[in-house]
């Protein structure tokens, strides 16, 4: 019997695909440390990671029986995929699993902000008793999302799943991809029925001057942040901006100043520069709507995890 190890976890949808399919699955953690050992005793010939266990060189060359290595999700930092492949390891991921998942928490943090939600949501248990009439007048002047512009910076397997959401709402859609020069992007009705909407990109500054929300779901960019001091200065006044990609893809600094100073109204990060403790002057200001990295973390998610890893496992074993 073929035996899987899933590290840090897999979906139960996952687990048992596997064993209909005549695979045992391990899901007890193993430390770091004892993974090579383990894995030899107990002849594991998959490994199954998230971000949590790395599966490095030191794995890969003193554990000849892994045939598969797997990551549930995108990123593949924690695993050395060109040297696996050199030793004709199969590598593989699921990245579309959780689009949809990153797409809705945008929504959530537009829609929170635009009523206020991140704030009165603070507020509320503190000071809803003695000081609603207050409150209400402080939260009076929100914003509907329908009609307004949004940008999506990144256009890629996310910031299309925005674009659907964002077009159901009768929002005007602006896109700018570095590679990506149009897009059709197909809804799918709870009916059947099917509409299809081509996207052309455009250059960064158009998208920057004209959007009343910014969402960015581009990859890690290294050199510098993508939106600084700069990129905010083109945006129009009042503007929301939102980032659930990765944590320096904003400038933190200029974006609290930016905040301070009135330039954008509100902000909604994910992610953040030092993940995980980030700047304790972004977790306390009262213009960002916050969550801790939680984007892909839906159970729908981690099923289609759990059930697109066990495929591709069926099928490499079956070859
Ligand atoms: P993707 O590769 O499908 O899309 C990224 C797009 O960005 C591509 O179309 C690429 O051409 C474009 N791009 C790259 N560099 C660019 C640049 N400098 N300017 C403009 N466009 C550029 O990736 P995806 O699956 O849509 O993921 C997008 C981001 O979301 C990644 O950073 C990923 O790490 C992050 N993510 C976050 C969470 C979370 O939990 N918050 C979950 C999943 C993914």
Known sequence: ????????GISELGVQILKENGFEVNTKKIDQEDLIQ???????EVILVR???KVRKDIIDQCPGIKII????VGMDNIDVSYAKEKNI???NTPAASSSSVAELVFAHLFGMVRYLYISNRQMPMEGDTNFKNLKKSYSSGKELSGKTLGIIGFGRIGQE???RGIGLGMNIMAHDKFIKEENITLNFYNG???TFTIETCELNDLLKNSDFITIHVPKIDDEALIGAEEIGLMKTGAGIVNTSRGGNIDETALMFALDKEKLAYAGLDVFE?????????LMHNAISMTPHIGAATLEAQDRIGSELAEQIISIFKK
């Open 1 to 8: 019997m073929i035996k899987v190890l899933a590290n840090d």
């Open 38 to 44: 383990k894995i030899n005793e107990e002849n594991y």
């Open 51 to 53: 971000s949590a266990t």
């Open 70 to 73: 797997g990551r549930g999700g």
């Open 90 to 92: 199969h590598v593989i």
């Open 162 to 164: 925005v674009a659907k």
């Open 193 to 195: 029925d099917k509409k």
């Open 274 to 282: 030092n993940e995980p403790n980030p700047s304790i002057h972004l």
